[in-house]
Structures are given as C-alpha cells and as structure tokens.
C-alpha cells in the first residue's frame, strides 16, 4: 500500500475511536528520548496509549502482545519526545505578529500594543488571535499553552480566549488579568470564580485556571500588582499564579516583601526575572517559586539587563521553563527559545572565564530541552500531567522526523531536537493521546478561512486604534 495512503488509514482509525476511553495506540521502533530520569533515552522503542494516558514504554512492546487491538504507528525514522510546554505567551496579539520586529524597550512595547491598540480588540478579535496562536504551537510541537490573557476587557472577552483554547485541542492553561489600559468592566480578579466554575470544574485536565498579575505598579497601577489581596484570592479558588514583568530592583524589593508575606511558593511562577538582587533569588529558592525565561523577549527587546536569567536560577536551584512571549517582534517556536538560551548562556559562560584558569559552567542541549519540556510543565503546576514521557502520564508527544534533510543522520536524539529539527520536521502532535497534526499538517483547520479571519480582525483592530 502507499504510505501516504497508509497513513491516512491510520488516521481514520484514530479518529473512529476518538470518544473511546479504552481505545489503544502503539508507537513502534522510535528512537524515544523521554525526558524522564528513570527512563532516560531508548534508542529504539515502543510506547503504548492507552486513552488518553501513556501506559508502558519499553523495546518492542508488540512482542509482549501490545499490538493487540491497538492502532499501530511504525515510527522507524522518527524521534518520539514529550510535548514542548510554553509556559507564557500573550496569545490574543498573534494577529499583530512581527508588527514592530525591531521593538527598542518594553515601554515602546507597552505603549504601542497595550495602551494604543489592545483597547480596540473586540471578544471575537482575542478568539482569532488566541486561536491562531494555539493552532502554531501545535504546528511547531507546543502541546501546553499558557496563554497570559491581559486584555480581558468584558466577560465574554475572557469566554472568546478560553473557547479558542478549547476548540483548538491544545492543553491550555488560562491566565486571567485584566487589560493594563483604557475602558474596561471591573470585572477582574472577580470574574475569576465564574470562569473556574464555568470551564474549570470538571475532571478535563485539558483546561487549567491560573491568575496572571505583575509584579509591580510600575506599568498598569497597584491593584495588578501581585501582593496579599491578589494572593489571597488565588488561594481562595485553588489556582496558581504567574507574575509577569519581573525585573530589576523593584521587582526584587517586591520579591522579598512576597516572602516575608508568605505569598511565594511552588504555586507561584515568576516570569523574566532579569536583574533580581542575590537576595531576590534566595527568596525564590528557599520558597520553591517558580521560574519562566523568555530568551529571544530578554535578549532582543532588552529586559533590564537583557540577559536571560538562567545561570541565576540554577545557582538558585531553580530549573525554569521557557516561554515565547510577545510574537508582535519574536519567533513563535520553542525550538528558537533553547537555541537563543544555550547560546546565550555559553557565550556567557565562556566569556566570564576567559583570560582566566576557570572551568566555565556551561548548560547543555538536555538542560534546555528539559526547560522545554520537563521542568516548564513543573514550572506551571503540570508536572503530574505533562512535560515526559512517563507511564500515567498525560500522552502529550511529538513524532520529529529524524531522516530529513536537515536531520539526517540521527546521531544523538537531543541534539537533533535541539540543534537540529524545527517546525517542518514535527511529523505528528498528541495532546491527550488525541492527534492534533498529523502528516506534517494540523487537523480540523482551514488555513485559508483561517487567513481571512487574521487579517479581517487585524485590519478592523488598527482601523479602530488608528493605526490602519
């Protein structure tokens, strides 16, 4: 039979046996790279799902009678990794991508996206932008989206950005704030205990609530500044908080009053962190904070000291997460994020002990793709759900074709993904055991219909802003 045509069989047979929570798949002779500790990397493997779970992995799984019943993917030729885990990305602006590439600060960010055009965005305009933003993470391997929704004017704002989540089919989590500028309803932080009641109250662990804030009042006032009022809210509905805009002395001043308060903990995720006072990362480590980077955000746009925070978080003993940020002027792939940290982070380490006779402390191509992966889902409170390959484990993973042209020949799987593959070579996503790009090609889209509704809402938002 053609492959292609076998291929498409495969799929059909996925898709009959979508709504069966007994329904199995085997994923056979895969070079598999797990990211779990325990399991290391497989050189060639089986992985079975069963439902929507990972249930065994081990060399030839078939020959123990897992192909049984099961639908059978022959992966020879292929890299199985877990999903890649954003854990920060403003998803309503993916219609302005790369409108302002050369951006110079965060204020001339601030003012020409969040105070001159966010105002003018409809609850339709953050479901086209939160719907395109998910659909690419798909497409490049990000099965977790953490979509930091800061421009939640109105209630069916809010509704619109967790519905493009939802009809998407990627593992997204929700963090709610409202907008930094112009009119809006009031409604936030108290909107938070409808929408947990609305969309969070089942058992489907696709969908997770977290409260977004920043750190100080610097940027949008002190009622979004993250402190005892906010936090107590938080703990109040059970949900996680992530605090953008972590930077300098300020947020280090806050960090501190935060531990004193007892309002640091693994249930909190500080995202950036550039230029924290020593005694700011104590805080965080002896508190088991969390940390989100945002390489190419840090670097490119020139966060406070402009240099991603990676070696201060592991001296803090804090492995982070990575995240894509702003697309109006960065990449949004994570294959981008771990290759500007592990470059920036070498340079830096290199150039510290240059002239000197000290051994330079240099990550590697498994840290970053554990900060990818691993420790990003941690890093947001996932890491029982997603982030490895793990039997019990939600089966999130990615099939990277590894006999490419820019892959081939398959030398050291983490390399490979690391250093190596990019979008075109993400074969197949699942998210939940559940194919969301299959063939090189996301499913249930229109990419043509899905065009015109971009550039319709991005023409009629800067019309209404004044930017048209």
Not at 413 to 431: S, W, Y
Request: hydrophobic share 45%.
């Amino acid at each position: 039979m053609d492959p292609s045509a076998a291929r498409t069989q495969i799929l059909d047979r996925l898709r009959r046996q979508a709504a069966d929570p007994g329904r199995r798949v085997l994923i056979t002779g895969a070079a598999v790279v797990t990211m779990d500790p325990e399991l290391g990397i497989l050189p060639k493997a089986d992985l079975l799902v069963q439902g929507e779970t990972i249930a065994a992995i081990a060399p030839d799984l078939a020959a123990q009678g897992a192909a049984d019943g099961a639908v059978v993917i022959d992966a020879r030729g292929f890299i199985l990794a877990p999903g890649f885990v954003d854990t920060h990305r403003h998803a309503w602006e993916a219609q302005l991508r790369r409108i302002m590439p050369d951006v110079d600060d965060l204020g001339a960010y601030v003012t020409s996206t969040l105070a001159g055009i966010a105002p003018a965005y409809t609850p339709h305009d953050v479901y086209v932008g939160t719907r395109l933003a998910a659909l690419t993470a798909l497409d490049s391997g990000i099965t977790t989206l953490l979509d930091f929704s800061h421009n939640s004017r109105t209630r069916a704002h809010s509704d619109r950005a967790i519905q493009a989540l939802i009809d998407t089919g990627i593992r997204g989590v929700h963090a709610s704030m409202r907008p930094h500028f112009g009119d809006w309803d009031g409604q936030w932080p108290g909107d938070l205990a409808r929408l947990k009641d609305t969309y969070f109250s089942t058992d489907d662990r696709l969908l997770t609530l977290r409260m977004a804030a920043l750190a100080t009042d610097e940027i949008a006032g002190p009622d979004l500044a993250y402190g005892t009022v906010l936090a107590r809210t938080a703990r109040e509905l059970g949900i996680g908080v992530s605090v953008d805009a972590v930077f300098g002395r300020a947020s280090s001043a806050a960090v501190l009053e935060w531990e004193k308060a007892g309002l640091l903990g693994p249930d909190v995720s500080l995202i950036h962190c550039t230029g924290l006072t020593t005694d700011a990362w104590r805080a965080m480590g002896a508190t088991g904070a969390n940390v989100a980077l945002a390489p190419t955000s840090d670097a490119q746009i020139g966060l406070e000291t402009a240099i991603p925070a990676i070696d201060e978080a592991l001296a803090a003993g804090i492995r982070p997460g990575l995240s894509i940020d702003v697309e109006v002027a960065l990449a949004s792939d994570m294959f981008t994020q771990m290759r500007a940290l592990l470059a920036i982070q070498r340079m830096r380490a290199v150039n510290a002990a240059y002239g000197t006779e000290a051994q330079p402390q240099r990550v590697g191509v498994a840290d970053v793709l554990d900060f990818a992966t691993a420790s990003g889902a941690r890093s947001i409170g996932l890491g029982d759900t997603t982030g490895s390959l793990t039997p019990g484990k939600q089966a999130d993973l990615l099939l990277v074709g590894a006999e490419d042209l820019n892959t081939m020949p398959l030398n050291d799987p983490i390399g490979t993904l690391v250093l190596g593959a990019d979008p075109r070579n993400i074969d197949a996503v699942f998210v939940a055991g559940h194919p969301r790009k299959w063939a090189g090609t996301v499913l249930d889209v229109d990419v043509a219909a899905l065009g015109d509704d971009v550039r319709a809402s991005r023409d009629k938002v800067l019309r209404a802003a004044g930017r048209a």
